[in-house]
């Protein structure tokens, strides 16, 4: 795959300033790190496989040759760090858009960073913010399933473009997503989250559920009312509405 495959509208590739692809390396978001961040615009790093992929909380993320997009997205946010907590939600939304424009019409986000279709796991997102040279550079991962193989072991119920019956190569796939979520990026860096909350009110596959929340152990079940202006979960509790940020706890939906 190389940068001239990429079929990208102007306001994309504006906003590309690195573009590098290999076959294999441990992780994209570990292999994005090693090398500094461009000064303005977006550096992206695509491998075909990885052999030590990862996802939020450190989980593993199976990365089998050419079956995913495999993808980490680097770029300098002029906003503090207290203001990017929703910037996971805002790439949900993008990569969703992008999705859809390839003819996947029943994706959806599962707060705080899942591409979802039908109950099915089709991809995550693992955003992480590094402090460096007075500002902040955020190391943006995501992974989507292209045609993975049957034998896959994946730890929970998945899905995957094929099986949904979207037939695409990656420079597609790849073209799609970025045509979006680049100049999404920028956007985001000037207005925040505002832009995307009519677009997360339609993709948000939480809203109106009653949720099952994990808090240091305890278990408490909620209606999902939304997501707060920093990106937390709004749920209607027995006790009052609380609001949950992604670190702290796991959410299943109610059986």
Not at 71 to 93: D, E, K, M
Request: with cysteine.
């Amino acid at each position: 795959m190389l940068e001239h495959l990429l079929r990208l509208h102007d306001a994309a590739r504006q906003e590309l300033a690195v573009f590098q692809f290999a076959e294999e390396v441990d992780s994209t978001q570990d292999w994005a790190q090693r090398h500094p961040a461009p000064a303005r615009g977006a550096a992206v790093y695509v491998a075909n496989a990885q052999h030590a992929g990862r996802g939020r909380r450190g989980r593993a993320w199976i990365s089998p040759a050419g079956a995913a997009l495999y993808v980490t997205v680097v770029r300098r946010f002029a906003r503090p760090p207290a203001q990017l907590g929703p910037l996971s939600l805002a790439v949900g939304v993008a990569l969703a858009r992008g999705l859809q424009e390839i003819g996947l019409r029943s994706v959806g986000v599962k707060w705080p960073n899942d591409l979802w279709v039908c109950g099915k796991k089709l991809g995550g997102i693992l955003v992480e913010l590094r402090p460096r040279d007075g500002g902040v550079v955020a190391v943006i991962g995501f992974g989507i399933n292209r045609a993975m193989p049957d034998d896959a072991q994946i730890d929970q119920a998945w899905t995957d473009l094929v099986r949904e019956g979207v037939f695409c190569d990656a420079e597609t796939l790849l073209s799609a997503v970025l045509d979006d979520l680049l100049p999404a990026l920028a956007v985001f860096d000037l207005e925040g989250f505002a832009p995307f909350e009519a677009d997360w009110q339609r993709f948000d596959l939480l809203l109106g559920h009653t949720v099952r929340i994990v808090l240091d152990g305890a278990e408490q079940m909620g209606e999902v009312m939304g997501v707060s202006s920093d990106g937390g979960l709004r749920v209607r509790h027995a006790q009052g509405e609380r609001i949950h940020h992604s670190g702290e706890v796991s959410v299943r939906v109610a059986a």
